[in-house]
T-cell receptor, first 111, second 111 residues
């Protein structure tokens, strides 16, 4: 049982490039979330999903897109990367309202 | 809008000393509050939630609605308590459990 896995662990992008951050969970959780964490700050919600085919915006969705075609996968797409998107990205899932399980994070630098 | 504030970025204490991490929140509804912890090289994980009223690893947290606080306390800190601690507020609804995080407090327990 791997829990929540994220790939890649690290990535450097040039301004204007695009990429997809992968997130997979094997706990059959309905709820999945993407957060970003800037240095010295708390995590902020980018997008979330309550089940396959259903996604919605969080607090900071601009510059990102998501899809949820299966229960297990919740990829985050960055279009036209900007330096402001330099951050650590965390994916999480939950099966109940009382606990979220987090992935190890992806450290992204845009230069 | 809901907000979580952790006023201390760093707390440094000696082993065996008490430690208290402050958390204040603003929320118009009835809050659900959590403490998450991230140990070195590990994932962010749930430490405790106020609704459970439990003690985990010697830590307790009391919700004070009058002072809008949810401080985390441990009477005798151990070296293994060194970690990043995040207070989080939940807006529970159809999206499961959308969390708003504080900026985090780094705890360093010295021998």
């Amino acid at each position: 049982n791997a829990g929540v896995t994220q790939t890649p662990k690290f990535r450097i992008l040039k301004i204007g490039q695009s990429m997809t951050l992968q997130c997979t969970q094997d706990m059959n959780h309905n709820y999945m979330y993407w957060y970003r964490q800037d240095p010295g700050m708390g995590l902020k919600l980018i997008y979330y999903s309550v089940g396959a085919g259903i996604t919605d915006k969080g607090e900071v969705p601009n510059g990102y897109n998501v899809s949820r075609s299966t229960t297990e996968d919740f990829p985050l797409r960055l279009e036209l990367a900007a330096p402001s998107q330099t951050s650590v990205y965390f994916c999480a899932s939950s099966g109940t309202i009382y606990e979220q399980y987090f992935g190890p994070g992806t450290r992204l630098t845009v230069t | 809008a809901q907000r979580v504030t952790q006023p201390e970025k760093l707390l440094s204490v000696f082993k065996g000393a008490p430690v208290e991490l402050k958390c204040n929140y603003s929320y118009s509804g009835s809050p659900e509050l959590f403490w998450y912890v991230q140990y070195s090289r590990q994932r962010l994980q749930l430490l405790l939630r106020h609704i459970s009223r439990e003690s985990i690893k010697g830590f307790t947290a009391d919700l004070n609605k009058g002072e809008t606080s949810f401080h985390l306390k441990k009477p005798f800190a151990q070296e293994e308590d060194s970690a990043m601690y995040y207070c989080a507020l939940s807006s529970i609804g159809a999206a499961g459990n959308k969390l708003t995080f504080g900026g985090g407090t780094r705890v360093l327990v010295k021998p």
